[in-house]
């Protein structure tokens, strides 16, 4: 009895150990150690040691610039720098839109669906900023697609225009999570791009629609009610003739506060006058 009870005494212990073991080759202690510590905790890519980081920075490459990207642990100011040079580079619509695509220095891409570029014309009059996309527009990678959109449409076909006859884009290329507001950060990330998208576009008329595209084109920190009904001259680095701008209430803005919706009415009116000249 005795030898039986030390038999499973001992096949315990070795049962311990075995788990033991095991725990350790789980957790990586079966791979060869190197002169630098390996965090599992990360996405999982492949660490480089030091003999290839040293080979590799003895060799020159060559990559396009176009599809340079912007670690997301960089700062709000290395990820603006990479996107201004990204936006310099950009020489069409198509190249910024590339470039937009495969940046990766604004972390509200990795919360996103879809990157929401543009919609409508690039040859159109008038081109419209917004905010940033929402649900829907995350779904369907289209600027105001949502009931925003609808409204938008609405507030456009009053004076005989659609989404063939304007160009759509945002302040930001991807949705924030829970719908949120951008942050000074996000939007100074992405200005670069946005500043070079209306240069490509030329448009006759800038409309900022909503406080974050105002706040950001115009650099004024002042409410749409104050703001709107003038026209006002914008300009960025990428522009010789500054180009005549709009401001009005955001269209979901309008969904929450429909008292306003005359007041946006005005607002088409001056746009339907100044096209008309």
Same mark, same amino acid.
């Given at each position: 009895?005795? !030898? ?17 073991? @095991? ?7 079966? &791979?060869? !150690?190197?002169? $630098?510590? !390996? ?5 999982? &890519? ?5 003999? @290839?980081?040293? $080979? ?15 670690? /997301? ?8 720098? !990479? ?5 310099? &580079?950009?020489?069409? #619509? ?35 900023? +917004? &905010? ?16 925003? +959109? ?35 950060? @996000?939007?100074?990330?992405? #200005? ?12 006759? /008329? ?72």
């Amino acid at each position: 009895m005795v !030898v039986f009870v030390w038999f499973l005494q001992s096949r315990a212990v070795d049962m311990d150990k075995k788990a033991l073991l @095991e725990w350790h080759i789980d957790a990586g202690a079966d &791979e060869a !150690v190197g002169e $630098e510590a !390996v965090n599992h905790f990360t996405s999982g &890519e492949r660490r480089v040691t030091s003999d @290839e980081k040293k $080979e590799s920075s003895s060799l020159t490459t060559h990559h396009s610039p176009l599809v340079t990207q912007s670690p /997301l642990h960089h700062s709000p100011s290395a990820a603006t720098a !990479v996107s201004r040079k990204l936006a310099d &580079e950009a020489k069409t #619509l198509a190249e910024l839109e590339a470039a937009v695509r495969a940046f990766d220095g604004c972390a509200i891409k990795k919360t996103a669906s879809k990157t929401v570029f543009c919609d409508g014309n690039p040859k159109a009059r008038v081109m419209v900023i +917004g &905010e940033a996309p929402g649900a829907q527009e995350d779904i369907q990678g289209i600027p105001f697609c949502g009931q925003s +959109g609808k409204l938008l449409d609405a507030m456009l076909a009053s004076i005989g225009l659609d989404r063939t006859s304007v160009y759509i884009s945002n302040t930001v290329f991807w949705r924030p999570p829970g719908n949120r507001q951008p942050s000074p950060e @996000e939007t100074a990330t992405c #200005l670069p791009f946005v500043e070079k998208h209306i240069a490509l576009v030329q448009p006759k /008329l800038l409309l900022l629609s909503g406080g974050t595209a105002t706040t950001t084109l115009l650099q004024k920190d002042i409410s749409i009610s104050r703001l709107r009904g003038k026209l006002y001259d914008y300009t960025n680095p990428y522009l010789k003739p500054p180009i005549s701008t709009l401001v009005t209430y955001h269209p979901s803005y309008l969904l929450r506060s429909p008292g306003q919706k005359r007041l946006a009415w005005a607002d088409m009116l001056l746009i339907k006058d100044f096209l008309s000249k």
